[in-house]
């Protein structure tokens, strides 16, 4: 892969992320992405924040459920505490420097790159010639999401870290191939963070996910609060009380996930949750994560529920958010067609 270019870009910061408009969202997202957006949206950097509709369509959905997806994220965005005024929030499709970007960036990417790309191995799985092109070429349009705002830090589960990767790659090539070294910043990906990685309930080597087919393997942020008392009461255990360290959980990978989530929904570290819990079973550790859980998640469930009865509310804010994020993209855009060397 191209080293990155020597001069660095001196542009402004920004944050820019973005959740995909299909399925629901779950506990996962929540502290893997959306918690940690309203505490970067204290920062001073502009956050710009969307709902992927382009990524979400490179498999098959439902228009109509596209449209109700697409506000049922905004409504997350909002009742997570993001404040439509600091952030920018927009539907991908609103704004088409994405598009536009993402093929000049088709252009720059490499086959071998793209090749080495896991998620599109998990997606297509057995069906690969089956697959639409567009989920091959997913982690370039992601790459056009970011660069075009040349957002400098990118909050994400660590999920996505490969396709930062790949951002920083064609940035850097860009920069390079194109004689415009710091033109593109080579995006920063923010994966710190509590929970990273949050784990299905039902099994601690897999990744809690929208695709599971087992909905007991997720708290959904819709989830009523006995929905998720059950959910957490039935989550797989072992039968060890729990530890007074952390080494003490290496071998035990679901232990692991519910005391990560727990810190994580407290704002405490893990090692100060197993300083209360060290000695404590589950039989005493599962009621305290689904009251932690629930009084957590109640809130903006309801938020949700209710900007999701009002619509106009959502869409005012869209329509807002895209013409603040086109102001933004489109010069930027502009600039690398002329670097390019399309006629204007
Ligand atoms: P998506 O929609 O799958 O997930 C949205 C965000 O939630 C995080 N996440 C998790 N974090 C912790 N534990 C989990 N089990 C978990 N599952 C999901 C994801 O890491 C992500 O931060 N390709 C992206 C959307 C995207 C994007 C972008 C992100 C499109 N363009 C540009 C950042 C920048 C995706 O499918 O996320």
């Known amino acids: 892969m191209t080293e990155p270019t020597p001069a660095d870009y001196t542009g402004p910061r920004r944050i820019l992320s973005g959740i995909q408009a299909s399925g629901a969202l779950h506990l996962g997202n929540y502290l893997g992405a959306l918690k940690r957006f309203v505490a970067l949206q204290e920062q001073d950097a502009p956050c710009f924040l969307f709902v992927a509709d382009l990524h979400a369509i490179t498999v098959w959905q439902d228009p109509a459920v596209l449209t109700a997806q697409t506000r049922e994220i905004a409504a997350a965005y909002l009742a ?5 005024k600091r952030s920018v929030i927009f539907p991908q499709s609103a704004v088409p420097a994405h598009a536009e970007l993402a093929w000049i960036f088709n252009c720059v990417a490499r086959l071998g790159w793209l090749d080495r790309m ?39 589960g660590e999920d996505q870290k490969q396709h930062l990767e790949l951002t920083r790659d064609i940035a850097a090539k860009f920069n390079n191939d194109f004689g ?11 994966t710190q963070g509590p929970a990273p990685r949050v784990m299905s309930l039902r099994d601690g080597a897999a990744k809690m996910s929208k695709s599971d087919p087992s909905d007991q393997s ?19 255990t072992d039968p060890e009380p729990l530890p007074e360290t952390l080494e003490g959980l290496d071998a035990r990978p679901e232990a692991r996930n519910l005391v990560a989530i727990y810190a994580a929904l407290a704002d405490l570290s893990r090692e100060q949750v197993l300083a209360q819990f060290a000695g404590q079973g589950f039989g005493a ?25 009002a619509p106009d509310e959502i869409d005012r804010v869209l329509r807002d958010g895209a013409e603040r994020a086109a102001e933004i993209a489109d010069p930027i855009v502009a600039e690398t067609k002329r670097i390019v060397g399309f006629w204007r």
């Open 80 to 84: 997570s505490g993001l404040d439509p």
């Open 118 to 156: 896991t998620q599109f191995k998990e997606k297509s799985g057995k069906h690969k010639e089956r697959s639409s092109v567009g989920l091959y070429t997913y982690p370039v349009l992601q790459a056009a999401d970011i660069l075009v705002y040349k957002a400098t830090g990118v909050p994400t």
């Open 218 to 236: 997720r708290i959904n942020l819709m989830d009523d609060a006995d929905t998720i008392a059950a959910k957490v009461r039935k989550a797989k």
């Open 180 to 190: 415009v070294p710091g033109f593109f910043p080579l995006p920063e990906p923010l």
């Open 285 to 309: 550790f599962k009621p305290r994560l689904a009251e932690l859980a629930v009084e957590s998640l109640a809130p903006v469930t309801a938020e949700m529920r209710r900007l999701m009865a």
